[in-house]
């Protein structure tokens, strides 16, 4: 079976630009959670969506927005692109949502690269 | 609000020694913890998690990790490090929707 895809695994922008990041889940996974790592630190959650809502929203600003689409797939969209905005983007599938005991399985990720 | 804590951010072993990586936690409610694995260039791989019951929890590649609320810790060992365990490990706590809170990290460097 296929894990969690993520594309472009790789993305160079400029100051101000818009990017939209993308994930499939696990087939059967109805939860999407995304995270941001910067280099040398853990990942930090931004969103979690399950059956296309909001189930939870870390502390990012605005410039930053998901959704979930009907086969569960999600988009990650951040606006107005900052330099610290550089990072690794893991996008995570699971089965349920709100349980905490729930594995979540992470994708390779989106390298962004703000120049 | 949960938060953990690594200590040590860069650890070496020589190939065959102990592996012992540190990880407190701090939770309000009865902890839910994680011990990932991250490779370079790859993402997240699950190695163990505790939930409730047992307090040993034996995980892949011949790690385990011992909950102790006590002392608020959950450290992972490993008996007998190989090169191929030479990766950045992260400890997480989860929340009751399931977000993980993640550790800052401890890279693992095996020496020959």
């Known amino acids: 079976d296929a894990g969690v895809t993520q594309s472009p695994t790789h993305l160079i922008k400029t100051r101000g630009q818009h990017v939209t990041l993308r994930c499939s889940p696990i087939s059967g996974h109805k939860s999407v959670s995304w995270y941001q790592q910067v280099l040398g630190q853990g990942p930090q959650f931004i969103f979690q969506?399950?059956?296309?809502?909001?189930?939870g929203r870390g502390n990012f600003p605005d410039r930053f927005s998901a959704r979930q689409f009907p086969n569960y797939s999600s988009e990650l969209n951040v606006n107005a692109l900052l330099l610290g905005d550089s990072a690794l983007y893991l996008c995570?599938?699971?089965?349920?949502?709100?349980?905490?005991?729930?594995?979540?399985?992470f994708g390779p990720g989106t390298r962004l690269t703000v120049l | 609000a949960q938060s953990v804590t690594q200590l040590g951010s860069h650890v070496s072993v020589s190939e065959g020694a102990l592996v012992l990586l540190r990880c407190n936690y701090s939770s309000s409610v009865p902890p839910y913890l994680f011990w990932y694995v991250q490779y370079p260039n790859q993402g997240l791989q699950l190695l163990l998690k505790y939930t409730t019951g047992a307090t040993l929890v034996k995980g892949i590649n011949g790690f385990e990790a011992e909950f102790k609320k006590s002392e608020t810790s959950f450290h992972l060992t490993k008996p007998s490090a190989h090169m191929s365990d030479a990766a950045e490990y992260f400890c997480?706590?989860?929340?009751?929707?399931?977000?993980?809170?993640f550790g800052a990290g401890t890279q693992v460097v095996v020496t020959p």
């Open positions: 995570a599938s699971s089965f349920f949502s709100g349980s905490p005991g729930n594995e979540q399985f």
């Open positions: 969506y399950y059956e296309k809502e909001e189930r």
């Open positions: 997480a706590v989860s929340d009751s929707w399931g977000k993980l809170q």
